[in-house]
């Protein structure tokens, strides 16, 4: 069983920066792609951002492009997402995810390609 644990969501003003990490208890984690997802009160989990699995390939949603760096170090089994100049309507609870297929060089943009997902951290972004 895989276990992942993100951490680093809090309170931050416009304009500001937080930087979320996920732990994986996976001993292979090098070999899958991670995900990051997000859910707003009232709304669909939607997706954020994906890395493969060696980090050569990274895919944003629209609404982060430019402002959301998703990176990942292979031998502390964690992976981040950087999150700059956020917006009000960023806040929501993110989630990172372990995709199912190994190796792919593709980093997977649905929620149903993968199969771990961590508790969530809570990030507020106030106007």
């Known amino acids: 069983q895989v276990q992942l644990v993100e951490s680093g969501g809090g309170l931050v003003e416009a304009g500001g920066s937080l930087r979320l990490s996920c732990a994986a208890s996976?001993?292979?984690?090098?070999?899958?792609?991670m995900g990051w997802f997000r859910q707003a009160p009232g709304k669909e989990r939607e997706f954020v951002a994906a890395?493969?699995?060696?980090?050569?390939?990274?895919l944003y949603a629209d609404p982060v492009k430019g402002r959301f760096t998703i990176s990942r170090d292979n031998a502390k089994s964690t992976v981040y997402l950087q999150m700059n100049s956020l917006k009000p309507e960023d806040t929501a609870v993110y989630y990172c995810?372990?995709?199912?297929?190994?190796?792919?060089?593709?980093?997977?943009?649905?929620?149903?390609?993968?199969?771990?997902w961590g508790q969530g951290t809570q990030v507020t972004v106030s106007s």
């Open positions: 995810a372990r995709a199912q297929s190994r190796w792919s060089p593709y980093p997977p943009l649905r929620g149903l390609e993968y199969d771990y």
């Open positions: 996976d001993r292979i984690f090098s070999r899958y792609g």
């Open positions: 890395i493969n699995y060696n980090g050569a390939s990274a």
